[in-house]
């Protein structure tokens, strides 16, 4: 059963840091892609980051620099390290496999003064 769980999120200041992770179960995991998404109010959702299976890596030029995807996957979890964040990163963030159709729930991230 795929099943994806978001943690981390949370209100930060502009200029602040969050990390978020992403537990995924069962064993599909380390063969798999994993994405991070974020949907903020009215807008559509959007990739922010992308690591392969050998960690390659991929980020939206919006976030390139500021945020660090990476993987674990002797404990199946991606994780998302956002530094330098700006009010405009305020969205429902959710990871993702790259080529299965399922979405958690998703964890917050305010940035507010």
């Known amino acids: 059963q795929v099943q994806l769980v978001e943690s981390g999120g949370g209100l930060v200041q502009p200029g602040g840091s969050l990390r978020l992770s992403c537990v995924a179960s069962?064993?599909?995991?380390?063969?798999?892609?994993m994405e991070w998404y974020r949907q903020a109010p009215g807008k559509q959702r959007e990739r922010v980051a992308y690591i392969s299976t050998r960690a390659y890596t991929v980020y939206a030029g919006s976030v390139k620099g500021r945020f660090t995807i990476s993987r674990d996957n002797a404990k199946n979890t991606v994780y998302l390290q956002m530094n330098s964040l700006k009010p405009e990163d305020t969205a429902l963030y959710y990871c993702h496999y790259y080529n299965i159709d399922y979405w958690g729930k998703g964890t917050l991230v305010t940035v507010s003064s």
């Open positions: 069962g064993s599909i995991f380390s063969n798999n892609a």
